[in-house]
Every structure is written in C-alpha cells, then in structure tokens.
C-alpha cells in the first residue's frame, strides 16, 4: 500500500541555486516563513488590491502563482562556509595572541580572561558560554577587514537589502567561546528592539569540535544549521534578520570560537520585495481548516511549473530557477500545514482544423496528467491524477502549457481543409491535504480499481490506521464497484484475520448490498475462519438488509447444507447454528418483503408444505404479500404455480387461487397514463417497470383467469376497466390515450377468443366496453400527434366489427361520433381506407341503415368538400386520391378546383399548369386519362380566357426585319440571340473594342431600331450596353406563356389525337389561340405560320422546332 513520506531530508545540506561548483564554498538561503503553531504572527506585507483574497482557494492561489509583482526568493538566513578566509591574527587582552585552528588548550587559557555567561531556556538546560567584549579583542590582520567587508556585501545580497552597502555600518561585538553543553544565546530584548539594528552576523572561525546545530525559525518558515561542519581549515558565516528565531543543540564535545557582529544602517531597512510566501501561507492555512465537500473547496491543487523535467528522477532537487524557490516556499508550508506535496507531469494535446480561407483554428485540447510521485523522495505515488478545472492553477492551465513550443507535431492536409494534432509536456507541483490523501492517490477512472487491488494484495499482519483509512475511503466511494470494493475489504480482513474489520465492512455494505456484500462461500469462511459467534450479528444485519425473499430463503438453505459438510473443528456446535438457520427461517417467512423474482413462487410453496400447507401459505403468506406495496403482480405466477402443484388438496387450492386472482384483479391499475405513473396515483400498475404494455398485462391475467378454470373473473375484470373510465377525474387525454394502447386491443382480444372459442362466452358488458374503446378512440385519433399508422385504423375497424358482425357499433357509435369530430382530411382519408376492404358487417332482414361501403362513401364526401385547395402541391394530392380511391367523387372536386371565383392569372399560372405533370408522374401506374379529362380540359380552357393578347401589327413588322440580320460575327450573333431568345431586359457586350461596338451598332440600328436601345460602355477597351424595349419585353413573356402552354398540353398527352379527345370541344379553341401566336414567336429564319394552318397544337410550337434542330445539330447560331 502507498504512504505518502514527510522526508525533510531536502532541506539538509542543498545548496541554493546558483552556487558556485566549489563544494567547500557554499552557501543557502531560505524563503521568508512564519510559524503559525508557535505563534500568532500579524502580517506586516501590505497586500495588492489585485491580489486580495476572495476566499476561493483556487483562485487565490492562481492570483499568487502567476504574480509578477511578488517575490518567492526572499530570506531571512544567510550560511556559507568560505576556505580562504585569511587569519585573523586574533589577540586578547590579558592572554595575547590566539592561534588557529581552535583547540581545547587554548580554550582553558581564554577562560581567565572571558566573562562567564549562563541562561536557562525552554528545552535547553542551563547554558554556559564564555564571552569577551570586543574593546579587549583585537584583528591585527589588515586582510580581515576586507575580508568582513566581502562577507557582508554577500549577506546584504542574500537578504535583499533595501540600502546600499555603503550605508550598512557593522562592529564586532564580542568573541565567544562555547563549550562542551553551550549553544547561542537569544538576543536581548534591548538588541531585538533597536530599529536600526540590520542583521546579526557570526563568523565561526576555525576550531575542533563535535555536535552542535542551529535551528532558525521565521514566519513559519524553518531551517537547520550543522554546527559540525565547523573544520579547523573552514571559516563558517551565519547572519540573520533581527526577527528569527533560533533553537540550538548543544555542543558534545571541545570547544567552538566564534566573533559576534552586529550590522546597522542609518534608517530602517528590510529585504525589498513584497513577499508571496504570507499570502500563499494565509491561502494554506484557509483551505486546510475547511471542513466538509464543497464546490469552492478542492482536493488538491495543481500548480503548472515554468520548466518541464523528466520524469527520471523527479523531485524537488531537480527543480531549478523559479520553480525551486517556489517548491521551497510551498514545501515549508507543506510541513507547518499538515499538507502533503507531489510533483506530476502534464501532458497536454490538441487537435484542430484550418480552413484554408480563414487564419482561425477550432482547436479541441485535452490534459493528462501522469505519474504522481513524492516530492521529497521521488517515490511513485500513483500512475496519474484526475484533475478538474477548479483543481488547476492557473485555471487555464492547458492554454498555459500551449504558449510553449510543442514537442511534436502531425498534420493531415483534407483539400479545403487541413486538420493537425500538436503534442506538450510539462511538470506541475500538486499539494493536497492528508485528509484528502487517498482521494488523490486513487482518483482517475481506474482509481478504484487500483484501491481495491492494493487491499487485496496486503500482506500485513494486522490492519493499520493507514489500512482502515483506505477501507473507509472504499466503503464512502459512489462511482465505483460496491460489490468490489465489499469483496475486497473482506478478503483484506481474513488476511489480517481481523473480525472486526470484516464485520464492520459487512455492516457497512449490507445497506445496498444485503446478502450480496460477499458470495455466500465466503461468508461461511469467515465463519469458519473467525467463530460464528464473531460474525453472527454482520450476518443478522445482512439478512435483514436482504430485500429478496428468495435470496434470504435460498442462503439459509446454503447455510445449512454447508453445516452438514463443515469440518469437525467448527467453533460452535453445529446444533447451535442449526438452531440459528431454523430461528431465522421463521424469521424471514415472517417477514416477506415485496416479491422480486418470479422463482420466490417455488420457494414460497416448499415454504408451506414444510410448514402447514395451504393454511401456512393463506394465513401466513398471502396477508403479507397483499400487505406489501407493488406485490400484487405476484399473485398470477404463484396461482400459476399453486394450480400445477399436485400436492396440495384440488379443490381448497382452487379456492385459494381464485382469491389471489380476485386479489390480483382488484388491486391491479390497469391503465395509467405517463403523467400519473409518475406520481404512483391511484391503484398499484400490472407489474412495475417501464415501459408498461397495459394490454400485454391484461391479456395475460385474462388468459390465467380462463386456464386456471375462473373465467367469470374475466367479467370482473371488465367491470373493473369501465368503472375506471366512468371515473370523473379521469382527464379527456387520459380516457383516449387508453382507449388505443389498451381498450381497443383488448376488446378485439375478447372477441378473437369468444369466436375461436365456442365454449368461452363473452364478458356479460362486453357491448358496453365495445362502444366505450370506438368513441375514446375516435377522439384520440383527432388529436393524435403525427401520422397515425394504418395498423392502427385496422385495431379499432376489428374492434368495431369482428364479435358478430352487426353494423350496430358503426351505425350507432361511429358515424355520430365522426360527424361530431371536426377531423381532419388526411385523417379522413386514413378511415376511408380500411372501407375499402370487404364489408365484414352481417345486416339482419330488412335492416335500412347505411352500409360498410356508404359509410365510407360519407367520410370520402367530406373529404373532396373540406379538403384545402390552395395550391399545386395540395391540388395534386387531392386529385390524386379522389381518382384512385372514390374516381366518382371525381366531378365534385374538379368543380371545387375550377371554380370561376378563383381563376386568376396567377392561380392558373402557378397552381393548375404544372398540375397534368405532377398528376402523370403521380398515377403512372394506371390509366386515369378519362377521370382526369375534364380537369385537364377545364384547366386548357382557363388557360385560354387568361391568355395575355398577341403584339400588335406595327410591333410584328419590327419583329420581322430581324430576319434580315445575317451577320454571323460572335457579337452580332450574340447580340441577336439576346433580341430572340435571351431572358432578361438588359446585357452588356464587354471590353468588345471600338471597331467592333460601331459595327454592332450599326447593325442594331439597320435592324432593330424599334426593339432594343444600346449604349457605349466607357471600359478600356469600350464595350456597349443592350437594352429591350418595353413592348419586347412583353412579347418575351407573351412568348413564355406560349411554351408554358404547349409543355401543359404535351404533359396531358404526347399523343395528337388523345390530346384531341381529352380536350372534347375546347380543342378548336384552343388550336386557334396557340395558331394565332405561332409565327410569332418562330425565329426570324422562320416563316411565318398561318393561323389556318393544319398543324396539330403540338407540332406548331416554334420552341419543338428549335429544340429538334438544335438536337440534331442543325441551323443553330
């Protein structure tokens, strides 16, 4: 199992960054902190109004880690070992000249001349140093002080003084020497409160000894010195801000000699920057006191690093520049916190498209992020994390890794479009609470898998805190497995041989699970393997939980069949458990639960014979089940049951299988519609479970009532239906949804059965429920979203007909409730339909009604009389129907069509001419020419009264001297084509040159001086402008309406002498209307026809000409 390690070991004897490679000169600094456990420490840093906290600690740290104002390096500690530190040529007064290194005798002849110092102080004893003040100390080497000069430019460096060194003033203070017992004393009062008072320096000169470390505190913010490395060939240096603490470890052996400094300004100074560790520790301290899942409150947070790092080796020594400092800021808190780090990589990869017009991508990135590991050791923690975006900082943190180059890079070039994938990496820093720990450690989709493995692969000996922490975190997961996790928590428990832990999860999971929490083989080796009497509550518990009957019945069984084959050494007797098996047998047949399984039937009567019979299942079963909510629909299977059962009495177990049917048929719901499913209103449904077939559960407690010899209940349950559809509260929409998805199938079931059957009668108000399914029928059908399939219309028609054949239901049911409803034609047209069958009805002897086929004939009349006709596409429809369904309600709907009110000029134009194509490519399949020869000769001849009139004479001259334009150049070509033929009013003849446009020109004007005006066009070169004249213009439209008319006729038959008969007397009118225009609108190559040619209307039409020539290839310019 996975355990996150709080080595400090990071912080002892790492060189900070930048460090020279000479091993022997180093030196740390150590981010500004505070101590929020041993102190309340008020924040003196003045906060940004940008960077204010707001309370989400997502955000907050997001502000913090992407800050360009605050500053992460600042410290309050500065050490360095230096080994060309000159000889200070050290002399005392009193004693004279002091040798270096420092060793034992020279400390005992200092003694005399030094002032004895001792102190008592939490935690360290009496401390006794000898100190001599600076005034009988003398430096007689002129190198030292240069030499203290060089040490406190570094310390003013370290520490990021505000001042410039020229203003920083240091003395010495005194000379101590520690011995054996000894460690620094803490400054005075007088010392700590003096404003100008900058850093305290001490210059450990070289000396022997052992034992011995500092220990600094500020702001929370922790480190240790080792004393030991104090070597008689090394000077070490030490300074600190006046505001840090420090613990000392004594000293173990020989003696250590040190020069105290003191360093001072003019004014007040401190380190320059505005600091990020405060508000990073405030944010910390925030969100580790929270308490309880928020949305505002994440897991863990995930910081992007600025620097990527390979994943060998990852951890926080590797890190560098910014990204260090900003680990050891956060790794100080870490420990001060209670929090826990990690460092993860960040893979980032998108996808996008580019089109080719636009410089925008669509781009669609995704994030992983992969192998979390312990940031102070390395150790793999987790092959990934699951992290949201409320999780990340910054929160855009995938747009944050994609400012950066990426790695790799594939494109896919798909013509108008090219599609690329891009591929990042990155390395983020994770901190998360120990609260949280198992949360992180096992998140992502396969997290639960991977916690269960561990517990499953445990090898300990006993659980651990560690141990039942996973197990609780197990036990109150809702994505995962809870049979797995139950499984594996279970199997954990008997490796560690640990009761309690099997039964508290046993417990636990029998809420959900019941029985299910592990397979029964298991559980009787727990049993086995802890004592019966160490589990027999968890098994109570989970026996009780069980909602199945069957399940509880069936594990007592295997309880008891695993006693007869249990070993010899079972902890208690076996007569003991038998006891328990019987005692909870009678326990669980005394408290049946809803049934679940249509097996329990079978379990239930093994229950009864064993246990009284039929008397045990009526008195002891039976109230319990009809007291259960949602158990009635049990009642059929096990009546089923009980009558194939031969071992019990024939005629008491008919009695009591007519009671559950009766039961059955009482409690049932046989209909509910959507709404009041929902709600569980009303009775209980025929069994649960959507979606319910209302009929299929009718039909089925029908068909037990017939077989299991009961049919009388059939009336029952008839009685039951009616009297829920007489119910006031019943809403319209509910009554009809009813009526189609169960009374209409049910009442043609009744009646199939009744007929195939001679001997089954049918239900004594089976008329009654006949009518009832016809009428809420028909008012569904009205309202019916959509089309309403054929199949339907067939159900309700059987319904109407099939029992006996009597006309009594369509003549007394079905034609009011039609004539009433304001149906529509299409739904019209869906009942014409099933009339088209054989007529099913038997009429009695001289029976006046109406018949199968004029009932039909009525609900087609209504439709030819309120179907809309308003434009082609409705027209087609129409008459398409008509003529293939009622052709002799053909006439009626012509004269709708045809209607003098309505035949305008656009009507005729756009709603009947097209017609005779739509209706040919509509009834193919059959000859309906002589149906539709009076729609077609009606639409011909209003054609003709809307016909525009032909040009007048002087226009037809005009239109004539085109016939002698014969120039054949491109652009009086092209310029005649348009005058003839072109659509539109106006072209343009472009960049033709001046030579040219004056020859088009010229001919324009010696032929078409009445039909066109032109123009010069100022381009370079010139080109000319062609426009018609108005009454051109006409003659093109006039033209139009021509071909129109001819296309109309050759859709009503390509044949003369057909077209000829479907036209009848309009023919001549016609032929004259389509002559008159004909030399007209031939070509000016063309002779003019006579209007009293003998041509057929088909083959006068100037445009077939045309078309034929230009087909073969023949005098087409």
Same mark, same amino acid.
């Given at each position: ?308 790092? &390979? ?13 260090? $400092? ?93 599609? *690329? ?6 390395? &983020?820093?994770?901190? *998360? ?181 039929? $008397? ?70 025929? +069994?649960?479970?959507? +979606? ?9 407690? &029908? ?176 008459? &398409? ?76 001259? $005009? ?159």
């Amino acid at each position: 199992m996975s355990d996150y390690d709080e080595s400090d070991s990071y912080w002892d004897d790492r060189s900070s960054e930048g460090d020279d490679d000479d091993t022997d000169n180093r030196s740390e600094s150590v981010p500004y902190a505070r101590d929020v456990s041993a102190r309340d420490v008020v924040y003196a840093n003045t906060f940004d109004e940008d960077l204010c906290e707001t309370g989400d600690v997502q955000k907050d740290m997001e502000n913090i880690w992407t800050s360009r104002t605050l500053s992460w390096e600042s410290t309050f500690l500065f050490r360095k070992t230096y080994t060309d530190a000159p000889d200070a040529a050290l002399t005392v007064e009193g004693l004279g000249a002091v040798s270096l290194p420092f060793f034992d005798r020279d400390a005992e002849a200092i003694k005399p001349c030094a002032l004895q110092v001792s102190s008592e102080e939490p935690g360290s004893g009496e401390c006794v140093v000898w100190e001599i003040d600076a005034s009988k100390v003398t430096l007689a080497n002129s190198k030292w002080e240069d030499y203290v000069d060089s040490v406190v430019d570094d310390v003013c460096d370290a520490l990021s003084f505000t001042c410039n060194t020229a203003e920083l003033q240091w003395e010495l203070q005194k000379l101590s020497v520690y011995e054996a017992g000894s460690h620094l004393l803490q400054p005075t009062s007088s010392e700590q409160g003096n404003p100008n008072l900058a850093a305290t320096l001490i210059i450990f000169l070289p000396s022997q000894h052992a034992g011995g470390a500092v220990h600094f505190a500020s702001d929370g913010l922790s480190v240790e010195h080792d004393c030991s490395e104090i070597t008689p060939d090394r000077t070490n240096v030490l300074a600190w801000l006046p505001d840090a603490l420090h613990n000392i470890t004594l000293i173990t052996s020989s003696y250590c000699l040190a020069l105290s400094y003191r360093l001072f300004t003019s004014e007040p100074t401190r380190p320059s920057q505005r600091l990020a560790l405060p508000r990073v520790a405030r944010v910390l301290e925030t969100w580790n006191a929270s308490t309880g899942p928020s949305e505002d409150t994440p897991t863990k947070l995930v910081c992007l690093l600025a620097r990527k790092y &390979a994943p060998a080796g990852l951890a926080l020594g590797a890190l560098s520049g910014a990204d260090a $400092a900003k680990a050891r800021v956060l790794a100080a808190l870490a420990r001060t916190h209670g929090l826990a780090l990690g460092l993860v990589g960040v893979h980032c990869s998108a996808r996008g498209a580019t089109d080719r017009d636009y410089e925008d991508d669509e781009v669609w990135p995704e994030l992983a992020f992969t192998r979390l590991v312990d940031a102070h050791s390395g150790r793999a923690l987790a092959p990934g994390l699951d992290v949201d975006e409320g999780e990340q900082v910054p929160w855009y943190l995938d747009e944050e890794l994609r400012q950066g180059c990426w790695e790799r890079e594939e494109w896919e070039d798909e013509g108008e479009y090219a599609t *690329w994938e891009r591929w990042w990496t990155g390395t &983020a820093l994770v901190v *998360w609470r120990q609260r949280d720990h198992l949360c992180v450690l096992y998140s992502g989709k396969d997290g639960f898998q991977r916690a269960c493995a561990a517990l499953e692969g445990t090898t300990d000996t006993g659980p651990t805190a560690a141990d039942d922490a996973l197990i609780d975190a197990l036990l109150a997961r809702t994505d995962g497995d809870a049979k797995c996790a139950a499984a594996a928590c279970c199997q954990a428990a008997c490796t560690w041989k640990s009761a309690q832990t099997w039964c508290r999860v046993a417990e636990a999971c029998a809420e959900s699970l019941g029985l299910a929490v592990v397979p029964h083989k298991r559980k009787f080796e727990a049993a086995q393997l802890f004592g019966f009497g160490a589990v027999r509550a968890a098994f109570e518990r989970m026996l009780d939980a069980e909602q199945r009957n069957a399940v509880r019945l069936m594990f007592l069984k295997s309880m008891e069949q695993w006693l007869e084959k249990s070993p010899p050494d079972t902890t208690e007797s076996k007569e003991e458990m038998q006891s328990w098996i019987e005692v909870q047998t009678q326990v669980v047949l005394g408290s049946l639960q809803t049934p679940r399984l249509q097996a329990e039937t079978t379990i239930l009567l093994d229950a009864a014979k064993v246990n009284g019979g039929l $008397a045990f299942l009526t008195e002891r079963i039976l109230p319990q089940l009809k007291a259960c909510t949602g158990s009635t629909w049990f009642f059929v299977p096990l009546a089923e049951a009980l009558h194939r059962d031969t071992a019990f009495d024939d005629a008491t177990k008919s009695k009591v299988v007519r009671s559950m049917l009766s039961t059955k048929i009482s409690k049932a719901r046989f209909f509910a519609s959507a709404a009041s499913a929902k709600t569980g209103a009303d009775d209980e449904l025929l +069994p649960k479970g959507p +979606p319910a077939d209302y009929f299929a559960h009718s039909k089925r407690l &029908a068909d037990a009532c017939v077989n299991l010899g009961h049919p009388s209940l059939v009336d029952f349950m008839v009685k039951r239906i009616l009297a829920w559809t007489a119910n006031p509260k019943r809403v319209a929409s509910e009554l009809q949804e009813c009526a189609q998805k169960l009374l209409v199938p049910f009442v043609s079931y009744l009646a199939e059965r009744a007929q195939g059957s001679p001997g089954h009668q049918r239900p004594k108000r089976f008329g009654e429920l006949q009518r009832s399914a016809v009428r809420l029928w028909l008012e569904w059908f009205k309202d019916a979203p959509g089309r309403v399939p054929q199949e339907e219309t067939k159900k309700m028609m059987d319904a109407a007909t099939l029992h006996d054949g009597s006309p009594d239901v369509l003549v007394e049911v079905f034609v009011p409730t039609v004539e009433a409803l304001d149906l529509t034609p299409s739904r019209l047209c869906s009942l014409v339909e099933v009339f088209r069958t054989p007529d099913p009805l038997v009429y009695p002897p001289g029976y006046t009604g109406p018949t199968f086929g004029q009932i039909g004939g009525f609900l087609a009349t209504r439709y030819t009389q309120e179907v809309a006709l308003d434009d082609m596409g409705s027209i087609a429809c129409a008459v &398409a129907w008509t003529v293939d369904v009622m052709p002799a309600l053909a006439p009626s709907l012509f004269a709708r069509i045809l209607d003098t009110a309505k035949l305008a000029p656009g009507y005729v134009k756009a709603a009947l001419m097209p017609l005779p194509r739509q209706l040919s490519s509509m009834l193919r399949a059959q000859p309906h020419a002589a149906a539709l020869a009076p729609l077609f000769r009606g639409i011909a001849a209003a054609w003709a009264d809307t016909m525009p009139p032909r040009a007048d004479a002087a226009f037809t001259r $005009a239109w004539h001297t085109l016939r002698t334009w014969t120039c054949a150049c491109t652009h009086c070509a092209a310029a005649r084509a348009f005058l003839t033929r072109g659509p539109g009013a106006a072209t343009e003849l472009r960049r033709i040159g001046a030579a040219t446009r004056r020859h088009v020109e010229q001919e324009l004007a010696r032929h078409a001086p009445r039909l066109a005006s032109w123009a010069t066009l100022g381009t370079s070169p010139q080109g000319l402008s062609i426009r018609k004249a108005d009454a051109l213009c006409r003659y093109t439209a006039w033209t139009y309406e021509q071909n129109g008319a001819r296309q109309m006729l050759r859709d009503m038959s390509a044949d003369e002498a057909e077209l000829q008969r479907i036209l009848g007397d309009e023919h001549a009118r016609i032929l004259k209307a389509m002559a008159e225009g004909a030399h007209i609108g031939e070509g000016p190559a063309s002779s003019p026809v006579s209007s009293t040619g003998k041509r057929g209307i088909l083959g006068i039409s100037p445009l077939v000409h045309k078309s034929k020539r230009r087909k073969t290839g023949e005098g087409s310019r």
